[in-house]
């Protein structure tokens, strides 16, 4: 799985697809200090991606961060170092779409540094 989500951003890093919260989605450039790394994909019930859903990194404490999921579906940030995995809940929106699910790929308490949650939406 690993295998395929890279090779996804490589696709969109070299296609210049439109990129969510000004990140780069180019996990070879991250900085060890920036923290975690909070990905994944929104995509319809049927399987599709779903392009410019608005995504959500909720801490417990402090600010959210918002972004917005490529035309792959794809999303890809960093909250704070300072922040545990843990904390961080993540939620997905579009209009003319419902969440159905979020699906986090890590198991709490997990010491990844690569956060996969996965958000399902569905057409209203």
């Known amino acids: 799985m ?3 989500t890279v090779a996804l951003i490589a696709f969109a890093v070299a296609s210049g697809a439109a990129l969510a919260g000004g990140d780069d989605y180019d996990a070879a450039n991250d900085e060890e200090g920036k923290g975690p790394v909070y990905y994944g994909f929104v995509r319809d019930n049927r399987g599709s991606p779903v392009g410019d859903a608005r995504v959500v990194l909720q801490p417990k404490q402090g600010e959210p961060l918002v972004l917005k999921s490529n035309v792959l579906g ?4 960093h909250v704070s170092k300072g922040v545990r995995p843990d904390d961080i ?12 699910n979020v699906a986090r790929r890590n ?3 997990s010491s ?12 209203l």
């Open 107 to 109: 198991p709490p308490g």
């Open 2 to 4: 690993k295998a395929l």
């Open 89 to 100: 809940s993540v939620s997905c929106d579009k209009t003319g779409y419902k969440q159905v």
């Open 74 to 77: 794809l999303y890809r940030s």
């Open 112 to 123: 990844e540094m690569n956060i996969e949650t996965n958000c399902t939406m569905q057409r």
